[in-house]
């Protein structure tokens, strides 16, 4: 079984893929892919600075993603622009991953989408997984964990669908709004859920 797992931003997606991955379960990372799919020498690499110009380029000719999550982020037509060029791309590899994890004989997988939702990817999993935290919450630990100022959260929140609307998509919603280790439980719930209607 593929299942899509989601949230909004830091909402604590990592948080629970650790957890999968700590019980051995295959968790393919979109945000990992589209990292990789812009390395220099790739052809995502190239139509980016194609279109945003070697500004937005470090001194090594790495993507500086500091700049170009300014642009991106304060103009909603050129973070489309770039979507279009990442998305296609991060699809692609997501999908072979997939195919790789189910070969090697893994019977539940999970695909890490942040944007699932925003770009329409259910079809490409059988089942949505949540990661729920209130939006105030949301905002705090962003702002924390990624040193950014209440706006320049705000913006990167405003990119994408209220997590409450994403919330009630849900075929499990894992609260982690709390501790950690109430967060663990429901993941060992969902797993158990899971595997019961699996029959393994
Ligand atoms: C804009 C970029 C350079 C900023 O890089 P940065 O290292 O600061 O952030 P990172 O990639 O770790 O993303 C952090 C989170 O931001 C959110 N986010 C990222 N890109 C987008 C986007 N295009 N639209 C809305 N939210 C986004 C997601 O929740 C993601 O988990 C980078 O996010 C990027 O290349 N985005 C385009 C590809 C993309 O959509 N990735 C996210 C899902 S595949
Ligand atoms: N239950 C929790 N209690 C306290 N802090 C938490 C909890 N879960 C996560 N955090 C913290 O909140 C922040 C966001 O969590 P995490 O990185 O897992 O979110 P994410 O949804 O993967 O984020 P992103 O969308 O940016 O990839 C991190 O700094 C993490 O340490």
Redesign the pocket.
């Known amino acids: 079984m593929i299942l899509g797992l989601t949230g909004?931003?830091?909402t604590g997606?990592s948080t629970v893929t650790g957890m999968l991955r700590e019980r051995g379960i295959p968790v393919i990372d979109?945000?990992q892919?589209?990292?990789e799919v812009?390395e220099p020498g790739k052809p995502a690499y190239d139509a980016i600075v194609g279109h945003f110009g070697r500004d937005i380029l470090l001194e090594d000719g790495q993507?500086d993603?500091?700049k170009?999550?300014e642009i991106?982020?304060s103009d909603e037509s050129e973070?489309q622009k770039?979507?279009a060029i990442?998305?296609p791309e991060?699809r692609r590899v997501m999908r072979e991953e997939a195919e790789t994890a189910e070969k090697n004989g893994a019977s539940i997988v999970f695909m890490d989408?942040?944007?699932l939702f925003?770009?329409k990817l259910q079809y490409m999993v059988e089942k949505i997984v949540v990661v729920y935290a209130p939006a105030a919450m949301q905002l705090a630990r962003m702002m924390e964990r990624?040193e950014l100022e209440e706006e320049q959260a705000q913006k990167?929140l405003r990119?994408?669908f209220p997590i409450d609307q994403k919330r009630e998509e849900a075929d499990f919603l894992i609260d982690n709004s709390r501790t950690r280790e109430e967060t663990e439980r429901q993941v060992e719930n969902m797993l158990a859920e899971i595997r019961g209607e699996l029959g393994s």
Do not use: T
């Open positions: 909004g931003i830091a997606k979109a945000d892919i589209a990292r812009v993507i993603r500091k170009l999550g991106v982020f973070r770039l979507n990442v998305h991060v989408i942040p944007l925003e770009s990624d990167r990119a994408q």
